[in-house]
């Protein structure tokens, strides 16, 4: 046999290939394709074209459906239950780890060091090595906190009934004052009642504590104090028993009830939420009646004085969560500790990977909740860098979310790094320099909504610049300067902003004109303009929050489209309007107004038929007798909003309440929206747009947008700036937070902030036009945006 012959390669080696056939997730069009494994593909097309129904949807769903089925069924049982996705064949999947955008919980527990598990490694460390030494690793948790009890335990032993006395106590290092949150609240007694009036007048100006409902009963029923007599009359045991009693067990009208003071009923009730998770009206109620201060014990640390006493060279576990994480990086590497060497290399990792990923200027004890959406992807992509896995499935979401021109060259090493390692990397993304690594291609299209669905090209990054896709066509897209910039209005004060990493800035935002506020993440911006411009009057801001909604809510429910609708409806048929709600009197009775019928399997994944009666409609047959400019309710919401605009815009079904909502809904790209798709299954800029759509009826005159171009194709980003002009010119100020080169481009004023991240950052580096950025230079934002317009 001769030797120069290749042996033949190994079966084991031809599964290169991860091969969808026949998706048809959400608008997916039995869309097929083959994507190759240890490499980077990038998945583009316009928001709403289905890249995230075949990435996430299907691949990654799939993927982690099968793991979860290896568990035992005890375990599955704990674990959130996945459907199959629709697909005929999915070949190849290897283990998938999704990165995505979910903004991290926002409880007021949770900080970055918790959520990253490097507050873990510290507590080990103090524990160990802190002097005087205090206690286990629970004695540095503000989550944990100190008990003791003793008592007496009985146990049987040998048939007879022997009694022990026993004692326990834990050491936690939880601050008794602001119970580990940080901050103390006081709550303005005047917000909560008018002492004028009495109970039964309704003193109570608290939402939800009506004297009509179950509180009006329990105040009169209490017999702690008279109901008809005027608040400020109380006795102070009156006033005591109103505002602070304990739960004390009470009959009223036969029925057995608990009474309790009203402040520890709202503590419970409204405090111990996340202030940005209530409800609106709640939200204002608690913002008017309560003022969140320092802890004065922890100093805003929320440790208790024990934790904070124990020291490492000097430096408490306090003063360590509060450096920024790049110094603290090096203080762990000073460390020379031969006992704790594993735990120290760990953390020095975890540490450096913050840096790598350009996260080095934030703090551990940054609360997770005020992270923005680019900056929670990054921390979750942590625990992945230093991973010793390979051969897995990494799955990002537009990782170049809030990143800086200058910052995006770090993620696309990052995305190579993971991929060298031999993984297959696969990317939702349309920056262009983010596409332009990708080894493999696939774009969605061509339209979006059911326009979509379909993969329009598969290929290398130059297969898809020559094959005049919509991606393709506007992928090397670069906007140019405006020849003449408008002059502003006036000047909105911004004075001595120090929240966050700011240092006193001082700065003058141009009013009715566009502005665009710049720099590197972590330079400031978000702090510049939510800590000082957000709150005040007349100012509308449209953050990245996610909009908050069930599988009931839908576009025409979350703008208030419904309403004139339903009104419209019932006006023409003489009948009541809430007949027109699906989840209202008008709900089919076999499914509730769901449209499907859930059977849930425990831990198995549930499953959803499409309901008999109302053949997935929502409502009861004898509504769709009823119509309106020759539609039923069920027609009207399965149109699309273009559709819609011109139906409610001429002829019979004229209604202009419908017409101008559905006209916002258009311009910010929504048009290929139907009125009835529910809001789970909306992308995040999907979502966003929806948002500014909903607020451009405002009455504000200073409207702030967060990273409009989130989720925006290149071919839309065109559109976008139509509105922010549309929006400047119909005499609002338009205030920016964004990197994206085009807006920048397109601005009439430039406020830069820099010029580097956490405390390198925190200043004004430049104020001007565009031009005046382009031609000096001076900032990284002015280096690259000079690039981008080939000046």
């Known amino acids: 046999m001769d030797d120069t012959q290749s042996p033949a390669p190994h079966v084991a080696d031809s599964h290169d290939l991860i091969r969808v056939h026949g998706a048809r997730e959400n608008n997916l069009k039995d869309v097929s394709v083959a994507i190759p494994k240890r490499r980077l593909t990038v998945f583009t097309g316009v928001s709403g074209s289905g890249k995230s129904s075949l990435v996430f949807d299907t ?13 035992s069924a005890f375990v599955q049982g704990f674990m959130p239950t996945l459907a199959r996705p629709e697909v005929d064949v999915l070949d190849g999947l290897t283990t998938a780890i999704i990165v995505d955008q979910q903004r991290m ?79 103390v609240n006081d709550i303005d007694l005047t917000q909560l009642y008018d002492d004028r009036k009495s109970l039964s007048e309704g003193a109570l100006t608290i939402p939800g504590y009506s004297v009509d409902g179950w509180y009006g009963r329990i105040f009169s029923g209490c017999g702690f104090f008279d109901p008809g007599k005027p608040i400020r009359e109380f006795t102070e045991t009156e006033l005591n028993d109103l505002l602070y009693k304990e739960p004390t067990k009470i009959k009223v009208e036969g029925i ?21 998770s209530l409800q609106p009206h709640v939200r204002a109620f608690v913002e008017r009646a309560v003022t969140f201060t320092t802890c004065p014990d922890c100093d805003g640390t929320r440790l208790s004085e024990t934790a904070r006493s124990s020291k490492v060279k000097g430096i408490s576990i306090a003063d360590a969560c509060a450096m920024q994480i790049s110094d603290l990086a090096q203080w762990v590497r000073g460390l020379d500790e031969p006992s704790v060497a594993p735990l120290l290399a760990t953390l020095q990792r975890t540490l450096d990977s913050f840096v790598d990923i350009g996260l080095g200027y934030l703090s551990l004890d940054r609360p997770s909740g005020t992270l923005s959406g680019g900056e929670a992807q990054r921390t979750k992509m942590i625990r992945h860098l230093g991973s010793s896995l390979t051969d897995v499935t990494y799955v990002f979401d537009e990782p170049t979310i809030g990143l800086h021109p200058h910052d995006i060259q770090r993620m696309n090493d990052l995305l190579a790094q993971l991929r060298d390692k031999g993984n297959t990397v696969l990317v939702v993304e349309h920056k262009p320099e983010a596409i332009a690594i990708a080894d493999h291609v696939v774009d969605l299209g061509p339209g979006a909504g059911t326009a979509g669905g379909e993969v329009v090209f598969e290929g290398s990054v130059e297969g898809l610049r020559a094959s005049g896709t919509l991606t393709g066509r506007h992928l090397d897209d670069r906007a140019a300067l405006k020849p003449s910039v408008r002059a502003p209005s006036g000047v909105l004060e911004v004075r001595g902003a120090a929240t966050h990493n700011l240092r006193d800035v001082d700065v003058d935002i141009p009013l009715g004109v566009l502005v665009v506020v710049t720099g590197v993440a972590g330079s400031g911006k978000s702090s510049l303009i939510h800590g000082s411009v957000s709150g005040r009057d007349g100012v509308v801001a449209v953050d ?64 959803a038929t499409v309901c008999e009666e109302c053949e997935g409609k929502r409502f009861q047959a004898s509504v769709l007798d009823f119509t309106f400019g020759g539609r039923d309710i069920a027609e009207v919401l399965a149109m699309p909003v273009e559709e819609a605009a011109a139906f409610f815009g001429a002829g019979e079904a004229r209604t ?6 559905l006209t916002r809904m258009a311009d910010v790209g929504l048009g290929y929206l139907s009125l009835g798709q529910p809001l789970t299954t909306l992308s ?100 690259h945006l000079a690039t981008y317009v080939g000046a």
């Open 105 to 183: 919980g926002a409880d007021p527990r949770s900080t970055v060091g918790t959520a990253t598990d490097a507050n873990a490694m510290l507590r080990i460390l103090f524990s160990r090595l802190g002097k005087p030494h205090i206690g286990s690793p629970k004695a540095f948790s503000f989550n944990v906190a100190s008990i003791s009890g003793s008592g007496a335990v009985a146990m049987e032993r040998g048939g007879r009934t022997v009694k022990e006395r026993r004692s326990f106590s834990i050491t936690g290092g939880m601050c008794p004052r602001c119970e580990g949150r940080g901050s």
């Open 544 to 607: 990245q929050t996610a909009i908050k909604g069930s599988r009931r809510s839908n576009p025409a429910t979350y703008t208030g489209l419904l309403d004139p609708i339903r009104k419209a409806f019932a006006k023409a048929n003489g009948v009541k309007p809430a007949l027109f709600s699906p989840n209202s009197e008008g709900a089919c009775p076999g499914c509730n107004g769901a449209g499907v019928i859930y059977t849930d399997l425990a831990m198995m994944a549930g499953v």
């Open 59 to 71: 691949i990654a769903a799939e993927s982690q459906r099968l793991i979860n089925e290896t568990y």
């Open 656 to 661: 202009p309440a419908a017409h101008k909502i």
């Open 256 to 276: 057995n009830l608990t009474y309790e003071g009203l402040i520890p009923k709202i503590q419970k009730s409204m405090l111990s939420k996340d202030v940005e």
């Open 684 to 783: 995040g800029g999907e979502r966003q747009r929806l948002k500014l759509a909903t607020h451009m009826g405002d009455k504000g005159g200073v409207f702030v947008l967060d990273e409009p171009t989130t989720g925006l194709h290149l071919a839309d980003v065109e559109h976008l700036l139509g509105l922010l002009d549309r929006l400047v010119d119909s005499g609002k100020s338009v205030i920016v937070i964004e990197h994206h080169q085009a807006v920048m481009a397109h601005a009439d004023w430039i406020i830069d902030l820099g010029p580097g991240a956490g405390h390198d950052g925190g200043r004004v580096v430049f104020e001007g036009t565009p031009a005046d950025l382009v031609t000096a230079r001076s900032t990284l934002t002015g280096e």
